[in-house]
């Protein structure tokens, strides 16, 4: 029998290899079902065509990292390939052209609506670095796709929120016993959530913790990213587990409380890092050398100021300053190391989901290289696999 989920959504052919998780920087795009139609034709922002499989990935697509590095040379800056979600990094991208020359690069950013396309122009060549979330990476792992973790960027972008009106206790124990009520009244807890990103996976988890089997006993509703805001306030849905950028804008307005932020003790803190094709990491370890250096003192520069991080913020960001704000103090914290750990927690994690087909935590340390910025930082590999 179908899921809650499931039933809430027809999955598109390339979806049943992986129950289609809606991407995690679809985010940032304009809508999850328009994403859908985009990756069935093969077709991405900067124009190239998807010609191989297209594999699920999940999560705001960001990154950034730590310091040190190489001094330009004397010929042309090399430039490199960095795909990311339209919107996302808004204080890399301001701060990366001050520093990309001393490391004799040029960033080339290539704006992608949905992670999808990114692993995917990643893997075909296309582009150099590209951003994941710890689904990626084990997504990745289990289709065969040769890539390595170089550097992390940090987490704290799962929150569950409830919408006005709907008196939603904060304490796990009523919270259980609220959504149990509503099922034997025959009303189940309605729950936002776009099928198959990573806070799908965190609502099904957090869920089950509480003693709540989130399949049965609430109705999930797959709803895009950008459109949960919206529908919290039209009271389409009694709560939504959502990026914490979307949970603010709804707190903001008034149209939503906090009930959960999903992030540090029992629920981790390694949501995104930075990946690159083993093959370049290998051919060109000079290059790669170069880029992490760039990114981790990019990302030296505001990774503990959350003062620099809002101001970097919005000279690239629409949103509203209060939002902006309430990401960057109170949800998203950022560090250059990886928590392996937290890495290996989601590839048990989704094996227990039945989302992938086997436990790939033995595996992770693979695909993991963190030599690059162990260089830039003057750190070791093993002071920089945890945080």
């Known amino acids: 029998?179908?899921?809650?989920?499931?039933?809430?959504?027809?999955?598109p052919l390339e979806s049943r290899l992986l129950q289609r998780p809606a991407d995690f920087d679809a985010a940032l795009s304009c809508g999850a079902s328009n994403d859908q139609r985009e990756l069935a034709k093969g077709k991405r922002l900067t124009g190239a065509r998807i010609t191989r499989r297209t594999v699920w990935l999940s999560s705001f697509s960001l990154a950034a990292i730590g310091a040190g590095g190489f001094p330009s040379t004397a010929r042309g800056d090399d430039a490199v390939r960095y795909g990311t979600v339209i919107g996302a990094l808004g204080a890399l991208r301001t701060v990366l052209p001050s520093i990309e020359k001393k490391y004799g690069l040029k960033f080339d950013m290539?704006?992608?609506?949905?992670?999808?396309?990114?692993l995917l122009a990643l893997e075909q060549g296309e582009l150099d670095l590209t951003n994941a979330t710890s689904q990626h990476l084990?997504?990745?792992?289990?289709?065969?796709?040769?890539?390595?973790?170089?550097s992390g960027w940090g987490g704290g972008y799962n929150v569950l929120v409830a919408r006005r009106g709907f008196d939603a206790p904060t304490a796990d124990a009523s919270l259980k016993d609220a959504i149990l009520a509503r099922k034997r009244q025959g009303k189940p807890v309605t729950i936002g959530v776009p099928t198959g990103s990573m806070q799908h996976a965190k609502l099904l988890?957090?869920?089950?913790?509480?003693?709540?089997?989130?399949?049965h006993d609430t109705q999930i509703v797959n709803i895009p990213f950008p459109n949960l805001p919206r529908a919290l306030e039209a009271g389409q849905v009694d709560m939504a587990m959502t990026l914490c950028i979307f949970g603010a804008i709804a707190i903001d307005k008034g149209d939503a409380k906090l009930v959960r932020h999903l992030y540090g003790e029992g629920w981790g803190k390694q949501e995104i890092g930075f990946i690159v094709t083993r093959k370049l990491a290998r051919?060109?370890?000079?290059?790669?050398?170069?880029?992490?250096?760039?990114?981790?003192q990019a990302m030296d520069t505001f990774m503990g100021n959350a003062d620099l991080r809002i101001e970097l913020e919005r000279k690239y960001s629409r949103l509203p300053d209060a939002v902006i704000a309430m990401q960057e103090r109170q949800f998203v914290k950022y560090n250059?190391?990886?928590?392996?750990?937290?890495l290996k927690a989601m590839a048990r994690e989704l094996r227990d989901l039945g989302w992938v087909k086997e436990d790939y935590s033995n595996r992770v340390d693979k695909y993991i290289d963190l030599t690059f910025l162990a260089k830039a930082t003057g750190q070791s590999a093993a002071q920089l696999s945890t945080w």
């Open 283 to 296: 051919s060109k370890p000079t290059l790669v050398q170069r880029i992490v250096s760039s990114l981790a």
């Open 205 to 215: 988890l957090y869920m089950k913790s509480i003693g709540i089997d989130g399949e």
């Open 138 to 150: 084990v997504r990745a792992i289990s289709e065969g796709i040769d890539v390595v973790w170089i």
């Open 110 to 118: 290539k704006d992608f609506r949905d992670a999808t396309s990114c």
């Open 1 to 11: 029998m179908q899921g809650a989920a499931e039933r809430a959504c027809v999955l």
């Open 336 to 342: 250059y190391r990886t928590n392996v750990a937290d």
